[in-house]
């Protein structure tokens, strides 16, 4: 009862079986010169990770923050009901989440304590936003995403937890903040803040979103699909950094749903993939990204017809053809062996 849950438990497979892990977070309302959140605490730590082992329900608690001197009170005061992170095993350890409520909450007091200059500060000269999306036809702020990629400076991928940031009442985006969980090479917990440079204009979310409403043939398939007895719904839009052959650009990603009446789940129609300045929308989201690809060589001075002939340019087009399907190769490698584990539970 002293710990407050986090709203997102996951399962994860390890160790031959399926394991719930929830974060506990450690709050109080009383930590001095600290400012308050939504008026109910002014100090929170993920102290605790608690997980339960899905067949059995029985539950362990680790302590993750030894830093935390409230945890460490609660540990002295129950000394049987906490374990140390190191006994957990590695199997678990490798599936461990940064968790996404105490993200938020990190990311909308960073909107106006990014500026470091005192003056700056009090003026309140630079205060940020969450940005807006549209999703289910309504118009909300977007909520941290996962997404597996090489953070700038880093040489491998990884999964991380982010969210864009643009300026208070203005669409253009301006940072992203990146949450690492990487426990192979020591990097969970630590969080990573990327400006982008001033004077240069970054299409926040809300402006894909309103170029993909005008583009002109994409707008053409919304009439064909959405038809009577039909519901299109927009999914959640992923802003996601690339860096390619020394370039660097956003990819913004969106899932288009069909839900017939009478039909609780909708079902994936299309995927809409964005740059700067090119948006496509096709079956799946490898075909999209193939369809970017191309866009994007030919807007660098290439003829259509010569690019489609040219082996320096078709061979980059196949590199990128064979990357996803290697990456759609391990999903469903990665779904078998699932598969196979549940059928040994059982």
């Not at 989440?97 to 003026?123: G, N, V």
């Not at 036809?137 to 991928?157: A, F, N, R, S």
């Not at 400006?195 to 170029?211: H, L, N, S, T």
């Not at 929308?281 to 866009?295: G, P, Q, Y």
Request: aromatic letters at 12%; charged letters at 25%; hydrophobic letters at 35%.
């Amino acid at each position: 009862p002293f710990l407050r849950l986090d709203s997102d438990p996951y399962m994860v497979v390890a160790e031959g079986k399926l394991w719930w892990i929830q974060d506990g977070y450690t709050v109080t309302s009383n930590y001095p010169y600290s400012d308050p959140f939504n008026n109910e605490f002014n100090y929170i730590r993920n102290s605790v990770k608690a997980v339960v082992d899905a067949y059995t329900g029985d539950v362990d608690f680790y302590i993750f923050d030894e830093q935390d001197a409230i945890i460490q009170t609660y540990a002295k005061v129950f000394p049987s009901l906490f374990k140390s992170r190191e006994e957990m095993p590695e199997g678990l350890q490798s599936h461990v989440r940064y968790p996404r409520d105490f993200f938020s909450i990190q990311a909308e007091k960073y909107l106006l304590y990014h500026m470091q200059d005192t003056t700056d500060f009090y003026r309140k000269e630079d205060p940020w936003s969450i940005p807006q999306e549209l999703f289910f036809e309504t118009m909300q702020p977007i909520q941290p995403y996962h997404v597996i990629m090489k953070l700038p400076g880093e040489d491998k991928e990884e999964f991380v937890l982010m969210l864009p940031f643009t300026p208070l009442n203005k669409p253009n985006q301006v940072a992203w903040l990146a949450a690492r969980m990487d426990n192979d090479r020591g990097q969970y917990g630590s969080l990573k803040a990327f400006f982008f440079p001033k004077g240069i204009q970054v299409d926040g979310p809300q402006q894909i979103e309103a170029r993909i409403d005008q583009d002109f043939t994409i707008k053409q398939q919304f009439t064909l699909l959405c038809q009577r007895g039909a519901r299109c719904i927009r999914g959640n839009l992923l802003v996601t950094p690339i860096e390619h052959e020394g370039e660097r650009f956003l990819m913004y990603v969106e899932p288009l749903y069909i839900q017939a009446e009478n039909i609780a789940f909708p079902e994936l129609k299309q995927v809409i993939v964005a740059d700067a300045k090119r948006v496509v929308m096709e079956n799946d989201f490898e075909s999209a990204l193939v369809a970017l690809v191309e866009k994007r060589a030919d807007a660098n001075g290439e003829d259509t017809t010569a690019f489609h002939t040219d082996p320096t340019k078709q061979q980059q087009i196949e590199d990128v053809r064979q990357d996803i399907e290697d990456i759609q190769r391990t999903l469903d490698q990665l779904k078998q062996s699932l598969e196979e584990i549940l059928e040994s539970i059982e």
